[in-house]
C-alpha cells in the first residue's frame, strides 16, 4: 500500500473539514511518530507504508475526529526550540508563555539566582530557564502530582541538573524572602469563558480560576511578597484582558508594577513587578 500528498489532502479534506492544522500535525505525526520522510510527500512522490503504519494514520483520524490537539496525540510540543512530552495531565505549552523566557535573555539574568516556576505543567518554562544558565537554581512546582509527574520525566529528558521539584500550592512551602524570581502563567480562564468549549481535553485545574479569573493570581501574589527578597520579580502571565486587573493586585499586595509585555498579537500578557 502506498500513500502520497494528493490522497492526504484528499482524506483531510473529507473526514476532518481540511483545516490546516489538521493537515500540518498528519504531516507531523508522519515524520515523528512513525519516522517516515516526508519530504518525499512534498515533492509529490509516493510512500509506502505497512500494515501497522496505515493502523497508526487511521488511528490519527479518529483521534482527531474526536478532536485531540495534534500535540496530544504526537505526545510532544515545542517550546522554545525544545521538545517536550506532552499528554492530557499538562497544558499544551503556548507560545506568549515563551515571552517569559525572552525576557530573562533581554534583561541578561544570569548567575546565582533562585528561580520559582509556580505552576509548572509539563515544566517547559522552568526547564528553558535552567537551560539559559547552570547557575541558577530553579524549583518548578505543581499542586498536582499528575502534571509534575510530566514535568519531572521532562527535566530528566533534557538533563537538567539545576531543577528541584517540589509539589505544593504557589508559594506555600517556601521560605520567606529566599526568591529573586517568580515565573507564573496560572490558571486564568473566567469559569463561564465561552473560548473553554475549544480547550476541552486539557486539564481543566490548568485552565480555569475562580473569582473572575483571578482567584489564582490572587493567591500567587499574596505568596509572591512574601517569599521574594527585597527587590526580587514576579512575571507573570494573564489573560489579554486582565493587565489592568492584575496592575490592582500587584499595588494590594505592595508589589510594584515595573512592565507588561505585549504578544504576538499585540495583547499585554504578561505583567513584572518587584518587590
Ligand atoms: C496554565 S497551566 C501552565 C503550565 C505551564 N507552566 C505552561 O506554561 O505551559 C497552570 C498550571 O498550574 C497548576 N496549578 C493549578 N493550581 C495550582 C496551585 N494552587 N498551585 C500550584 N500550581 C497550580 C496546574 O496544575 C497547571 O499545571
Known amino acids: 500500500m502506498y500513500i502520497n500528498l494528493k490522497k492526504l489532502k484528499k482524506e483531510v479534506s473529507s473526514r476532518l473539514d481540511g483545516c490546516d492544522d489538521s493537515f500540518n500535525g498528519l504531516m507531523h505525526f508522519l515524520k ?3 519516522k517516515l520522510d516526508t519530504r518525499k510527500l512534498h515533492m509529490n ?5 505497512n ?3 496505515l493502523h497508526e ?3 490519527f483520524f479518529k483521534l482527531k475526529e474526536d478532536n485531540i490537539p495534534n500535540d496530544y496525540i504526537i505526545g510532544t510540543s515545542s517550546f522554545f526550540g525544545r521538545e517536550f512530552s506532552v499528554d492530557n495531565r499538562v497544558l ?3 507560545p506568549e508563555t515563551e515571552l517569559i523566557v525572552n525576557y530573562f535573555i533581554e534583561e541578561n539574568i544570569s548567575g546565582s539566582k533562585v528561580i520559582l516556576d509556580a505552576g509548572t505543567g509539563s515544566g517547559c518554562l522552568g526547564i528553558s530557564l535552567a537551560h539559559l544558565d547552570n547557575d541558577f537554581d530553579i524549583f518548578i512546582s505543581d499542586k498536582f502530582s499528575d502534571p509534575l509527574n510530566v514535568a519531572v520525566k521532562n527535566v530528566q529528558k533534557h538533563k537538567c541538573q539545576n531543577i528541584t521539584p517540589i509539589q ?3 508559594g506555600s512551602a517556601v521560605r520567606e524572602c529566599s526568591v529573586d524570581y517568580i515565573v507564573s502563567n496560572p490558571p486564568y480562564i473566567r469559569e463561564r469563558d465561552p473560548h473553554l468549549g475549544n480547550l476541552k481535553c486539557e486539564p481543566i485545574t490548568a485552565l480555569v480560576a475562580k473569582n473572575n479569573g483571578l482567584s489564582d493570581i490572587n493567591l500567587i501574589c499574596k505568596d509572591a511578597y512574601s517569599i521574594l527578597k527585597d527587590g526580587g520579580k514576579i512575571i507573570l502571565e494573564h489573560g489579554y484582558d486582565q493587565a489592568d486587573e492584575v496592575k490592582e493586585v500587584f499595588f494590594y499586595n505592595l508589589l510594584k508594577p515595573e512592565k ?3 504578544d504576538y498579537q499585540g ?3 504578561i505583567s513584572i513587578a518587584t518587590k
Do not use: F
Open 168 to 170: 505544593m500550592s504557589w
Open 267 to 269: 495583547h499585554t500578557r
Open 92 to 94: 499544551i505549552p503556548r
Open 57 to 59: 494514520i487511521e488511528s
Open 32 to 34: 515523528i511518530k512513525l
Open 51 to 53: 500494515d501497522y503504519e
Open 45 to 49: 512522490e509516493n510512500i509506502s507504508v
Open 260 to 262: 507588561t509585555i505585549v
